[in-house]
T-cell receptor, first 115, second 113 residues
Framework: GEDVEQSLFLSVREGDSSVINCTYT??????LYWYKQEPGAGLQLLTY?????DMKQDQRLTVLLNKKDKHLSLRIADTQTGDSAIYFC???????????????FGTGTKLQVIP | NAGVTQTPKFQVLKTGQSMTLQCAQD?????MSWYRQDPGMGLRLIHY???????DQGEVPNGYNVSRSTTEDFPLRLLSAAPSQTSVYFC????????????FGDGTRLSIL
Protein backbone atom coordinates (compact mmCIF):
# COMPACT_ATOMS: atom_id res chain seq x y z
CA GLY A 1 0.00 0.00 0.00
CA GLU A 2 0.90 3.65 -0.01
CA ASP A 3 3.48 4.88 2.46
CA VAL A 4 4.73 8.39 3.17
CA GLU A 5 7.76 9.01 5.38
CA GLN A 6 9.16 12.12 6.99
CA SER A 7 11.74 12.89 9.63
CA LEU A 8 10.11 13.71 12.95
CA PHE A 9 11.89 16.88 13.97
CA LEU A 10 13.71 19.91 12.53
CA SER A 11 15.18 22.87 14.38
CA VAL A 12 16.27 26.10 12.63
CA ARG A 13 17.19 29.64 13.62
CA GLU A 14 14.87 32.50 12.82
CA GLY A 15 15.75 34.01 9.45
CA ASP A 16 17.35 30.83 8.11
CA SER A 17 15.76 28.59 5.48
CA SER A 18 14.01 25.38 6.52
CA VAL A 19 13.88 22.31 4.32
CA ILE A 20 11.45 19.54 5.20
CA ASN A 21 11.78 16.30 3.26
CA CYS A 22 9.36 13.53 2.43
CA THR A 23 9.50 10.24 0.53
CA TYR A 24 6.52 8.34 -0.81
CA THR A 25 5.96 4.99 -2.46
CA UNK A 26 2.89 5.33 -4.68
CA UNK A 27 4.04 6.02 -8.24
CA UNK A 28 0.42 6.68 -9.32
CA UNK A 29 0.06 9.70 -7.00
CA UNK A 30 -1.81 12.51 -8.71
CA UNK A 31 -1.14 15.36 -6.32
CA LEU A 32 1.29 15.87 -3.44
CA TYR A 33 0.56 18.27 -0.62
CA TRP A 34 2.02 20.06 2.33
CA TYR A 35 -0.21 20.70 5.33
CA LYS A 36 0.55 22.74 8.46
CA GLN A 37 -0.81 21.91 11.90
CA GLU A 38 -0.54 24.42 14.72
CA PRO A 39 -1.02 23.31 18.35
CA GLY A 40 -4.61 22.38 19.19
CA ALA A 41 -5.83 22.87 15.64
CA GLY A 42 -6.63 20.86 12.57
CA LEU A 43 -4.52 20.68 9.42
CA GLN A 44 -4.38 23.56 6.96
CA LEU A 45 -3.37 23.11 3.34
CA LEU A 46 -0.21 25.13 2.67
CA THR A 47 0.53 24.25 -0.92
CA TYR A 48 0.36 21.40 -3.40
CA UNK A 49 2.03 20.23 -6.58
CA UNK A 50 0.69 18.20 -9.46
CA UNK A 51 2.66 15.04 -10.07
CA UNK A 52 3.88 16.15 -13.52
CA UNK A 53 5.53 19.31 -12.13
CA ASP A 54 9.06 19.62 -10.78
CA MET A 55 8.78 22.80 -8.77
CA LYS A 56 6.24 25.23 -7.43
CA GLN A 57 6.93 28.54 -5.71
CA ASP A 58 4.45 30.42 -3.57
CA GLN A 59 5.89 33.45 -1.75
CA ARG A 60 8.27 32.04 0.91
CA LEU A 61 7.42 28.44 0.06
CA THR A 62 9.15 26.34 -2.58
CA VAL A 63 8.09 22.79 -3.32
CA LEU A 64 10.45 20.47 -5.19
CA LEU A 65 9.33 17.13 -6.58
CA ASN A 66 11.69 14.41 -7.79
CA LYS A 67 9.29 11.89 -9.23
CA LYS A 68 12.03 9.42 -10.18
CA ASP A 69 13.19 9.17 -6.55
CA LYS A 70 9.66 9.76 -5.13
CA HIS A 71 11.02 12.61 -3.05
CA LEU A 72 9.19 15.80 -2.11
CA SER A 73 10.59 18.76 -0.21
CA LEU A 74 9.25 21.98 1.24
CA ARG A 75 11.58 24.94 1.60
CA ILE A 76 10.52 27.85 3.79
CA ALA A 77 12.62 30.95 3.19
CA ASP A 78 13.32 33.43 6.00
CA THR A 79 11.75 31.16 8.61
CA GLN A 80 9.83 32.99 11.32
CA THR A 81 8.76 31.92 14.83
CA GLY A 82 5.18 31.81 13.52
CA ASP A 83 6.26 28.98 11.22
CA SER A 84 6.76 26.69 14.24
CA ALA A 85 4.27 23.87 13.70
CA ILE A 86 3.99 20.29 12.49
CA TYR A 87 4.22 19.91 8.70
CA PHE A 88 2.58 16.96 6.99
CA CYS A 89 3.41 15.66 3.56
CA UNK A 90 0.51 13.90 1.81
CA UNK A 91 -0.22 12.20 -1.49
CA UNK A 92 -3.49 11.48 -3.22
CA UNK A 93 -4.21 8.34 -5.16
CA UNK A 94 -6.28 8.19 -8.36
CA UNK A 95 -10.06 7.98 -7.76
CA UNK A 96 -11.44 4.65 -6.62
CA UNK A 97 -14.55 3.10 -8.13
CA UNK A 98 -16.70 5.39 -5.97
CA UNK A 99 -14.89 8.52 -7.12
CA UNK A 100 -13.03 9.07 -3.87
CA UNK A 101 -9.33 9.99 -3.94
CA UNK A 102 -7.68 8.63 -0.83
CA UNK A 103 -5.09 10.89 0.75
CA UNK A 104 -2.18 9.28 2.60
CA PHE A 105 -0.43 11.44 5.18
CA GLY A 106 3.11 11.22 6.46
CA THR A 107 3.92 11.14 10.16
CA GLY A 108 4.58 14.88 10.29
CA THR A 109 7.76 16.90 10.90
CA LYS A 110 7.79 19.18 13.93
CA LEU A 111 9.54 22.42 13.00
CA GLN A 112 11.01 24.39 15.87
CA VAL A 113 12.16 27.94 15.08
CA ILE A 114 14.67 29.35 17.54
CA PRO A 115 14.54 33.16 17.96
CA ASN B 1 -18.34 31.13 8.19
CA ALA B 2 -17.84 28.24 10.63
CA GLY B 3 -16.29 25.73 8.19
CA VAL B 4 -15.97 22.28 9.84
CA THR B 5 -17.16 22.09 13.45
CA GLN B 6 -16.36 19.15 15.70
CA THR B 7 -17.87 18.48 19.12
CA PRO B 8 -16.89 17.76 21.79
CA LYS B 9 -13.31 19.07 21.88
CA PHE B 10 -12.33 16.72 24.72
CA GLN B 11 -13.86 13.54 26.09
CA VAL B 12 -12.89 10.87 28.60
CA LEU B 13 -14.65 7.51 28.43
CA LYS B 14 -14.48 4.25 30.29
CA THR B 15 -13.80 1.02 28.43
CA GLY B 16 -17.02 -0.36 26.98
CA GLN B 17 -18.89 2.93 26.84
CA SER B 18 -20.29 4.20 23.56
CA MET B 19 -20.35 7.72 22.23
CA THR B 20 -20.81 9.79 19.09
CA LEU B 21 -18.34 12.36 17.82
CA GLN B 22 -20.16 15.07 15.94
CA CYS B 23 -18.98 16.73 12.73
CA ALA B 24 -20.84 19.42 10.81
CA GLN B 25 -19.83 21.53 7.82
CA ASP B 26 -21.59 24.53 6.34
CA UNK B 27 -19.83 24.65 2.96
CA UNK B 28 -22.16 22.23 1.15
CA UNK B 29 -19.24 19.87 0.53
CA UNK B 30 -20.03 16.44 -0.84
CA UNK B 31 -16.93 14.65 0.46
CA MET B 32 -16.34 14.10 4.17
CA SER B 33 -13.78 11.98 6.00
CA TRP B 34 -12.85 10.90 9.51
CA TYR B 35 -9.21 10.46 10.51
CA ARG B 36 -7.44 9.53 13.70
CA GLN B 37 -4.06 11.01 14.57
CA ASP B 38 -1.68 9.02 16.74
CA PRO B 39 1.92 9.89 17.69
CA GLY B 40 4.42 8.76 15.06
CA MET B 41 1.67 7.49 12.73
CA GLY B 42 0.31 10.55 10.97
CA LEU B 43 -3.37 10.58 10.05
CA ARG B 44 -5.18 7.37 9.24
CA LEU B 45 -8.51 7.25 7.41
CA ILE B 46 -11.35 5.64 9.38
CA HIS B 47 -14.43 6.15 7.20
CA TYR B 48 -15.44 8.49 4.42
CA UNK B 49 -18.50 9.63 2.50
CA UNK B 50 -18.90 10.85 -1.07
CA UNK B 51 -22.39 12.22 -0.49
CA UNK B 52 -25.54 11.95 1.61
CA UNK B 53 -26.49 8.30 2.07
CA UNK B 54 -23.12 6.97 0.87
CA UNK B 55 -20.35 5.87 3.23
CA ASP B 56 -17.37 3.56 2.92
CA GLN B 57 -14.53 2.19 5.02
CA GLY B 58 -11.04 3.61 5.20
CA GLU B 59 -7.93 1.82 6.43
CA VAL B 60 -8.85 1.52 10.14
CA PRO B 61 -12.68 1.16 10.34
CA ASN B 62 -12.99 -1.52 13.04
CA GLY B 63 -14.85 -0.36 16.14
CA TYR B 64 -16.38 2.67 14.40
CA ASN B 65 -19.64 3.33 12.57
CA VAL B 66 -20.69 6.31 10.48
CA SER B 67 -23.82 7.56 8.76
CA ARG B 68 -24.52 10.45 6.40
CA SER B 69 -28.20 11.33 6.45
CA THR B 70 -27.58 14.94 5.41
CA THR B 71 -24.87 16.74 3.43
CA GLU B 72 -23.93 18.77 6.49
CA ASP B 73 -23.46 16.10 9.18
CA PHE B 74 -21.15 13.12 9.41
CA PRO B 75 -21.14 11.64 12.94
CA LEU B 76 -18.65 8.98 14.04
CA ARG B 77 -19.86 6.40 16.55
CA LEU B 78 -17.71 4.35 18.88
CA LEU B 79 -19.74 1.27 19.68
CA SER B 80 -17.78 -0.08 22.67
CA ALA B 81 -14.78 2.08 23.49
CA ALA B 82 -11.37 0.43 23.93
CA PRO B 83 -8.10 1.97 25.20
CA SER B 84 -6.64 1.48 21.68
CA GLN B 85 -9.12 4.10 20.48
CA THR B 86 -7.47 6.80 22.57
CA SER B 87 -6.51 9.32 19.92
CA VAL B 88 -7.21 12.70 18.36
CA TYR B 89 -10.01 12.49 15.81
CA PHE B 90 -10.30 14.86 12.87
CA CYS B 91 -13.18 15.37 10.52
CA UNK B 92 -12.51 16.89 7.09
CA UNK B 93 -14.60 17.94 4.12
CA UNK B 94 -13.82 18.78 0.52
CA UNK B 95 -15.73 20.19 -2.37
CA UNK B 96 -14.90 17.86 -5.19
CA UNK B 97 -13.66 14.43 -6.11
CA UNK B 98 -10.02 15.45 -6.01
CA UNK B 99 -10.57 15.58 -2.25
CA UNK B 100 -8.46 18.72 -2.04
CA UNK B 101 -8.19 20.99 -0.37
CA UNK B 102 -9.56 19.21 2.65
CA UNK B 103 -10.94 21.54 5.30
CA PHE B 104 -10.27 20.15 8.77
CA GLY B 105 -12.05 20.65 12.05
CA ASP B 106 -10.04 21.39 15.19
CA GLY B 107 -10.28 17.80 16.39
CA THR B 108 -11.72 15.82 19.30
CA ARG B 109 -9.23 14.57 21.88
CA LEU B 110 -10.55 11.27 23.20
CA SER B 111 -9.15 9.27 26.12
CA ILE B 112 -10.40 5.79 26.95
CA LEU B 113 -9.59 4.56 30.45
Amino acid sequence: GEDVEQSLFLSVREGDSSVINCTYTDSSSTYLYWYKQEPGAGLQLLTYIFSNMDMKQDQRLTVLLNKKDKHLSLRIADTQTGDSAIYFCAESSPPNSGGYQKVTFGTGTKLQVIP
Amino acid sequence: NAGVTQTPKFQVLKTGQSMTLQCAQDMNHEYMSWYRQDPGMGLRLIHYSVGAGITDQGEVPNGYNVSRSTTEDFPLRLLSAAPSQTSVYFCASSEDRSNQPQHFGDGTRLSIL
